[in-house]
């Protein structure tokens, strides 16, 4: 069973940074598909950034695009997002989420979050103006 537990969010203002992370245990595949998603109050649920653990194909959101990065530590298992020139619609919960293999990594549907099968508790991030 895959654990996922995220750290790092907090308060910030606008302009700044934050670096999310998110610890992995009970791997049983090789390689997974790993995303970051976030949910404001009252809005759907977003993906933000995917990678692919085995080759580290990533993917962004455009409304994160240049700058949020996601990154990994397979040595460590862990994930990673790195991000700057935070805004205050950047505010949201934020969630670590697990697939087993490279899909949807590899596909445009790698922002459905109904296609991931472990999630994380969540890490908040408030971003104030």
């Known amino acids: 069973q895959v654990q996922l537990v995220e750290s790092g969010g907090g308060s910030v203002q606008a302009g700044g940074s934050l670096r999310l992370s998110c610890a992995a245990s009970g791997y049983t595949y090789s390689s997974y598909c790993m995303g970051w998603f976030r949910q404001a109050p009252g809005k759907e649920r977003e993906g933000v950034a995917a990678?692919?653990?085995?080759?580290?194909?990533?993917r962004y959101a455009d409304s994160v695009k240049g700058r949020f990065t996601i990154s990994q530590d397979n040595a460590k298992n862990r994930l990673y997002l790195q991000m700057n020139s935070l805004k205050p619609e950047d505010t949201a919960m934020y969630y670590c989420a697990a697939r087993g293999g490279f899909y949807p990594c590899y596909s445009g549907s790698w922002s459905h979050g109904e296609l991931f099968g472990y999630w994380g508790q969540g890490t908040q991030v408030i971003v104030s103006s």
């Open positions: 990678i692919y653990t085995g080759g580290g194909s990533t």
